[in-house]
């Protein structure tokens, strides 16, 4: 591995006194804003231009990745391997991803972060390169076991504590720095006010934004104190649609004034607390711009807004170019060149990163987009860098990386944050908590859908595994989000035998198969128990459910504490944030903000 001298020789000749701190959310030292201008002056604009970008390449390795993934990478990308992607199109971001095969083990993250740095600053004028994933924790993550996983947004919500949330960012922001990850695209500070939303819903802190804005800036301020760059997403709030910005093009119909008092607070509160990124929606808000074009291509949202508006002068990066919301007007030959002249900074994964690149690029020379409007962007990403250190050492050790990531006191500190999220919406008679000594034989059934990554998996085993853990015998028989009447019929002969029967429900509707399974189970007589492992809404569509939880995410760390409140050794202790309406009549509340017994 190249000494930290060297690595500051490849950079161009940049001395030590270049990677000073910089302030967090962007504004630099006019010392080193000088010595930055002055590395950008001796770049070509093909290097400048690679530097706006960040995209995705398969592999464990950055020069020897499995076949499979260089024909991968030759077919999509035009080159076999990270290094050869670096050499053609001097990237200034590459971005993790699980089924790019990048997060295999922590070790072997580190091993390809230090492979991209290597290909990188082997280059005339090379420059570290900033590497990135979505490990939002919850539902969306991409680094898994033996990495620490913490609750997601809506638990951490639900626990309402600003020092577990801090505490969140500061734990996994050193985990994945360990790794060779600098920016991470988290936190969610969307307010999610719409239960229909597909893409956000748990992935929201809660529907307060008020409450969104806290948990949100104290996470940041944790990723800060860890040396990662953390990102809210997605300006200017997608928390209010009941479309997936992946597949369709969401419109939000905020008023600009509902918008200041809903939307805008969390992203004003992520700007105090210094978040060093932004991420754009692929939204239409009409009262922001009447145009029809996204967000992520609108100057006035973009510039008029975000840097005007609220000051901020930090990186702005692109939510995925390759989703729809943001290629159902444009090409994609158009789109990154539109979202620069809105006032973006960095192009997330382009579908075609050739086209993507060689765009910008012709837009640079034929006039359309000013050289000094690229290097306003390419400042700002050099800034970054600096802050973080990648200008002085972009290495990890991976003699260190054991004794950081998926440490005992970081999993004891995930496990009790957990245990101050689980909610218990319905206790009747009281069901709760369960025990051994009366209820010993213990079926748990229902919604296995696929395990976020890295976790075990399949939530009912999870569960089963845990109570049986706490002196049960729990069996687990999975009957999925949809169950079929043979499948509901084997899961109520099976509850014949038990002693109470543990239901976990999975984004229940008014006609979803899962209510005629719990239908079915509660007429057997028997002790039932629902858990929500996914949106708390499941509450409102099965009201003669005696005993009903909420655990907001069906990973291993939120269903083991879910277990723990059902077997009596939690008390629960996690309050609604956001509020349950009524199945047959959504204009009336069933559960408010706040909602949650205890003991």
């Known amino acids: 591995m190249p000494s930290r001298r060297t690595v500051l020789a490849a950079g161009a000749g940049l001395t030590t006194a270049l990677a000073t701190a910089l302030p967090l959310g962007g504004t630099a030292h006019a010392g080193a804003d000088r010595r930055l201008r002055a590395l950008i002056s001796r770049m070509s604009l093909e290097e400048k231009v690679g530097q706006v970008f960040v995209t995705r390449v398969y592999g464990h390795s950055a020069t020897a990745p499995d076949p499979a993934d260089a024909d991968a990478n030759l077919a999509e990308l035009g080159v076999r391997t990270a290094a050869e992607l670096i050499a053609r199109y001097r990237v200034g971001g590459i971005i993790y991803f699980t089924w790019a095969h990048n997060t295999r083990d922590p070790l072997r993250i580190a091993d390809l972060s230090n492979g991209v740095q290597r290909a990188s600053l082997g280059l005339p004028r090379g420059l570290p390169v900033l590497i990135s994933t979505d490990q939002e924790h919850g539902a969306v993550a991409r680094v ?11 638990a951490i919500g639900a626990g309402g504590s600003r020092s577990d949330a801090r505490t969140l960012g500061r734990v996994a922001g050193a985990e994945l720095r360990a790794m060779g990850v600098r920016q991470d695209y988290s936190p969610v500070v969307d307010v999610n006010v719409n239960p229909a939303n597909p893409v956000i819903g748990v992935r929201s802190f809660g529907a307060d934004p008020q409450a969104v804005a806290e948990l949100a800036a104290a996470e940041i301020r944790g990723y800060r104190a860890a040396g990662v760059a953390a990102t809210a997403k997605h300006f200017p709030g997608h928390g209010d649609t009941a479309v997936d910005s992946h597949y369709g093009f969401p419109v939000i119909t905020h008023t600009r004034e509902v918008w200041e008092a809903l939307d805008a607070v969390p992203f004003r509160a992520a700007i105090a607390a210094g978040v060093d990124s932004i991420m754009t929606a692929h939204i239409l808000v009409p009262a922001l711009d009447d145009s029809g074009d996204p967000a992520t291509l609108s100057r006035p949202i973009v510039t008029g807004l975000l840097r005007e508006r609220l000051g901020y002068d930090g990186v702005v990066v692109t939510d995925a170019l390759d989703m729809a919301g943001v290629r159902t007007k444009y090409g994609d030959d158009r789109v990154p060149v539109l979202a620069l002249r809105a006032g973006v900074d960095q192009l997330l994964n382009p579908p075609r990163l050739d086209v993507a690149w060689n765009a910008v690029l012709r837009a640079v020379r034929d006039g359309e987009l000013t050289e000094a409007r690229l290097e306003e962007s390419v400042l700002r990403i050099l800034r970054l860098k600096d802050r973080l250190g990648l200008l002085a050492d972009p290495y990890v050790d991976r003699d260190r990386v054991g004794r950081a990531v998926g440490t005992r006191a970081h999993l004891a500190t995930a496990d009790r944050i957990a245990g101050r999220t689980t909610t218990l919406l319905v206790n009747e008679g009281p069901v709760l908590p369960l025990s051994p000594r009366t209820h010993r034989r213990l079926l748990v059934v229902g919604a ?44 109520v002969t099976a509850a014949g035998d038990a002693d109470a029967v543990v239901v976990a429900t999975y984004n229940v509707t008014a006609t979803s198969p899962q209510k005629t399974l719990v239908e079915r189970l509660l007429a057997t007589g028997r002790p039932v128990v629902a858990v929500a492992v996914r949106n708390p809404y499941d509450v409102a569509q099965l009201p003669s459910v005696r005993a009903y939880l909420a655990s907001y995410s069906w990973t291993d760390v939120e269903l083991r504490a879910a277990a723990r409140v059902i077997a009596g050794a939690l008390e629960p202790r996690g309050r609604l944030p956001v509020p349950v309406r009524r199945a047959d009549d959504p204009a009336r509340v069933l559960y408010p903000i706040g909602h949650g017994l205890s003991w």
């Open 448 to 491: 296995d859908p696929a395990s976020p990554s890295g976790t075990t998996g399949p939530p009912t085993g999870v569960l089963a595994a845990a109570l049986t853990e706490r002196g049960f015998t729990a069996a687990a028989l999975s009957t999925g989000t949809a169950p079929s009447a043979a499948v509901i019929a084997r899961a």
């Open 144 to 154: 898994g076991r033996p990495a620490t996983l913490f609750p997601g947004a809506m």
